[in-house]
């Protein structure tokens, strides 16, 4: 009989630590870096809002505390109602990873023009409509964090990443901008710079020359050990960092990776 009442105490007192949590929302939940940091988030006992377009996969996952939607990030709308649709259950959002991303490799000169446009619209005005939707409630409560994923890509050029480096270059600066919007509120913007890692992001691109360019590459330059999970316990490091500390810009490769 003990023994039981003893469980129900520690089940209640686990039940309260992971309301104390604050909400977490992940773009891109569905495989990749956005997976591994819903399992992590998960076990930390943070209550979640996991957003992407292939719900079976999030769903799959089965985490406690967790609202799997599917939505578009390009879609504004359907994004902020499922924010709105956690917010209502589990309190205002304490950290917004936008970590969504396609990536198109393509030569600028004879590449798809939509897949341009594609890459703008996920990369770039999709992390544009995940900053406005929590904004003005960080804002408002002085406190709140968000990580945006950005790419090596984002510093520095490669070839055949025409516009996939112009929409990480995109991420980059729309996050250094917010930064300094948001600094005398209290309130953290970081970006994120990974090098290569293995996850379903090749899959994008159409060009099997371009793929199979791609997968030597990396093999060349030696960016085959760093893992997806390594990504992502970095950025929970950074966001259990205090409030009153910003990792700001965060680049993070293979060791092997010299380029
Ligand atoms: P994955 O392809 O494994 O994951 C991408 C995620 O984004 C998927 O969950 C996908 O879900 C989601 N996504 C794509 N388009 C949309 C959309 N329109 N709306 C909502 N979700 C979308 O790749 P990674 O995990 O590698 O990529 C995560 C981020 O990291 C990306 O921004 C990528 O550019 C960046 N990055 C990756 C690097 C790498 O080498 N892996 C290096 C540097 C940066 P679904 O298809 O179900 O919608």
């Keep these: 009989m003990s023994g039981i009442l003893e469980l129900d105490s520690l089940t209640q007192r686990i039940n309260q630590m992971n ?9 891109g939940a569905s495989s990749g870096f956005g997976r591994e940091m819903a399992k992590l988030f998960a076990e930390a006992g943070h209550p979640l809002l996991l957003l992407a ?11 406690p505390h967790t609202v799997c939607r599917k939505v578009d990030v390009t879609d504004r709308v359907g994004f902020e109602a499922a924010v709105l649709e956690a917010e209502a259950e589990f309190g205002p959002t304490d950290l ?8 198109m490799l393509g030569d600028i000169a004879s590449q798809n023009p939509q897949e341009w446009k594609l890459m703008m619209d996920v990369n770039v ?18 406190t709140g964090t968000i990580i945006n994923v950005a790419s090596i890509a984002g510093l520095q050029p490669f070839a055949n990443h025409g516009a996939y480096c112009a929409s990480k270059y995109g991420v980059v600066g729309l996050s250094q901008v917010a930064r300094a919007e948001l600094a005398a509120h209290n309130v953290r913007v970081l970006h994120i710079c990974p090098g290569a890692v293995e996850t379903e992001l090749l899959g ?10 791609y997968n030597e590459w990396k093999e060349s330059v030696g960016a085959t050990n760093i893992t997806a999970l390594d990504v992502a316990r970095t950025i929970q490091f950074a966001y259990e960092l205090p409030q009153s500390v910003s990792l700001r810009e965060i680049v993070i490769a293979d060791t092997q990776q010299d380029a």
């Design 19 to 27: 309301m104390e949590r604050k909400l977490v929302v992940i773009t």
């Design 53 to 63: 377009r292939r719900l079976e996969k999030m769903e799959a996952l089965e985490l």
């Design 96 to 103: 917004l990873v936008n970590n969504a991303g396609v990536m």
């Design 125 to 142: 005005l999709g992390v544009l409509n995940g900053m406005q939707i929590v904004m003005p409630g960080m804002k408002e409560r002085k």
């Design 204 to 213: 994008h691109t159409t060009d099997s020359n371009i793929i199979k360019g």
